[in-house]
């Protein structure tokens, strides 16, 4: 898959910058031609030695050589590469990418670059996790970058929790993957919504009900419909996920406000795959003050929500209509109701039973059923779940 392709690794301070090192050489092992830009702080983390050794040339810093004044162009640094690959990526690299400041040869050629770029962050917990990196990720998500997420453990810092930089397994696999989705444009011309998260139903100003959905498997079907190809709406819960590359986002907080995004966009729609956790109750009344705590038990009277799912399955025609089933219990029986019920082609269950099945983390474990099928799944994660599940789409699409 990477054989011949030219791929520029851009790596940035970062004490990940050791990663980069077994990063390179899988690429070469791969079969790409890899150029490695550092910036001038990344020297301090991995030397220009150990990866002009791997990479087999020399390491571009400087825009110029000062020894004979040669000039490192990045236009045609840009122009070469199929692939810009920013591992590690800082949050200060990430800030300046945003913005446009162009103050080192990496920049300079990420402006130029009319190839991918992907961009695996790290940095230490509660700088990943500011709004201002969050947001720096989200822009560069809607523009076009693909992320390759950090994952959880402990951070050079000591303390633990999500930042560090991605395996560089993991890594080689997701360039892969980007790849493979350009020759892959399976959906092309088809119009896709996705629903996913939680939704939030407000008791007052200050309280609310919800669930644990962080839109997880739901984003990463929406990305996976983009992959191929399709035009994506994502109709999302309040979630702390960046956009998915190529996937218009839609916010919307309650079960009504999702009912009525998703039944807007589906009069234009091929399809769409539920796979939002929305409530099945809301408060009958908002309080419009904080309710007061007294001595009493407080009893809030709940009424039913619209079913999203329902009403699109009852006006379904030729589409094509997926539903997910959460279950605790009596699974297959609950999951063939919702099929039935829903008018849906097919439903995608998930027991809470199954360890690593279901909210929040990474990975899961479904089963998917149609009127004629039953396909059990191992435990995988989310994005290829969720390959598995856009397959499916594909045998079904009429
Ligand atoms: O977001 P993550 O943390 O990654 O977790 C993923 C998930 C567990 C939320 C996801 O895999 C999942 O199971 N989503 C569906 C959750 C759910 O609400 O299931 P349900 O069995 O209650 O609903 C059945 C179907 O009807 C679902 O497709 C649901 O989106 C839909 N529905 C439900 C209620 C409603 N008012 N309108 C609907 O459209």
Redesign the pocket.
């Known amino acids: 898959m990477l054989n011949g392709k030219h791929i520029i690794l851009g790596i940035t301070g970062s004490i990940a910058a050791y990663k980069a090192a077994m990063l390179c050489r899988l690429l070469v092992k791969e079969g790409a031609e890899v150029r490695v830009i550092m910036t001038p702080l990344a020297k301090q983390f991995i030397t220009p030695l150990t990866m002009a050794t791997l990479s087999k040339h020399p390491i571009l810093v400087e825009f110029f050589n000062p020894e004979n004044g040669e000039w490192n162009s990045h236009v045609s640094l840009g122009e070469w590469a199929d692939m810009l690959l920013i591992a590690p990526a800082t949050a200060n690299t990430m800030a300046k990418m945003t913005t446009g400041i162009a103050d080192n040869l990496l920049l300079t050629t990420y402006l130029s670059a009319r190839s991918k770029v992907a961009i695996a962050p790290a940095m230490d917990l509660d700088m990943y996790a500011h709004v201002t990196t969050q947001q720096n990720l989200k822009t560069l998500a809607e523009r076009g970058v693909a992320i390759i997420e950090p994952g959880a453990g402990e951070l050079a810092s000591g303390l633990v929790g999500k930042g560090r930089m991605a395996e560089p397994e993991e890594i080689i696999e997701q360039v892969k993957a980007i790849f493979a989705a350009e020759c892959k444009r399976t959906l092309s011309g088809k119009r896709y919504i996705v629903?996913?998260?939680?939704t939030i139903e407000p008791i007052d100003p200050v309280r609310y009900i919800t669930?644990?959905?962080?839109?997880?498997?739901?984003?990463?079907i929406a990305e996976e419909l983009a992959r191929r190809g399709a035009e994506v709406k994502l109709i999302t819960g309040r979630?702390a996920l960046p956009t998915p590359q190529g996937v218009e986002r839609i916010d919307v907080l309650s079960?009504e406000d999702?009912?009525n995004a998703?039944v807007k966009e589906w009069e234009l729609a091929d399809g769409a795959v539920?796979?939002?956790?929305?409530?099945?109750y809301t408060p009958k009344s908002v309080a419009d003050h904080k309710l007061k705590k007294s001595d009493d038990d407080l009893t809030i009277e709940l009424c039913r929500?619209?079913?999203?799912?329902?009403?699109?399955g009852s006006n379904k025609g030729n589409r094509t209509l997926?539903?997910?089933?959460?279950?605790t219990d009596n699974e297959r029986a609950?999951?063939e109701g919702?099929l039935q019920r829903?008018n849906l082609d097919f439903?995608?269950l998930?027991s809470l039973r199954d360890k690593g099945?279901?909210?929040?983390?990474d990975t899961?474990k479904?089963t998917i059923i149609d009127n004629n099928s039953r396909e059990e799944h191992p435990l995988m994660s989310?994005h290829d779940t969720a390959k598995v599940i856009v397959d499916k789409i594909e045998r079904v699409t009429r």
Not at 211 to 220: D, R, W
Not at 322 to 327: C, D, I
Not at 357 to 361: I, L, N, P, R, V
């Open positions: 629903t996913a998260g939680a669930n644990h959905s962080t839109g997880k498997m739901g984003y990463a979630t079960a999702m009912y998703t539920m796979c939002a956790a929305v409530a099945d929500t619209k079913d999203i799912a329902k009403e699109l997926v539903g997910f089933a959460l279950e609950n999951a919702k829903k439903v995608v998930n099945a279901g909210f929040g983390g899961n479904i989310k």
